[in-house]
């Protein structure tokens, strides 16, 4: 094989892997492509998760704020309660007293 018979061969062969590498990014090109049914699908997707996530956010603040508000009506709850057991156990000494005092006075 001379030099003009080895150069025609490596222009062929480099042509041949050229058509083909075209060949295969044209087919992978192909199949990638996407549809603008599959893009305006997406975008609605992503409308409809963005609305989904405002949702649990507005869900997550009342719910904290709900949350804040029983915790404070519960604390002046246990406030109440623990001043009514004070009130009660103060009638109750005081009962005790009137007994004593209406026992010592009716047996002096």
Do not use: K, P
């Not at 002046?76 to 309660?81: C, I, K, M, N, R």
């Amino acid at each position: 094989m001379d030099r003009t018979q080895f150069i025609i061969a490596t222009a062929i062969i480099l042509f041949v892997a050229f058509c083909l590498g075209w060949f295969a990014h044209w087919l992978i090109h192909r199949f990638r492509r996407v549809s603008q049914a599959d893009v305006d699908q997406l975008e609605r997707m992503s409308q409809e998760l963005h609305e989904a996530e405002e949702t649990r956010d507005q869900a997550i603040t009342y719910l904290q704020q709900r949350e804040a508000e029983l915790t404070n009506q519960l604390a002046q709850t246990e406030a109440e309660l623990a001043a009514a057991m004070d009130g009660l156990r103060e009638a109750r000494q005081e009962a005790e007293e009137m007994r004593a005092y209406a026992e010592r006075m009716s047996q002096g």
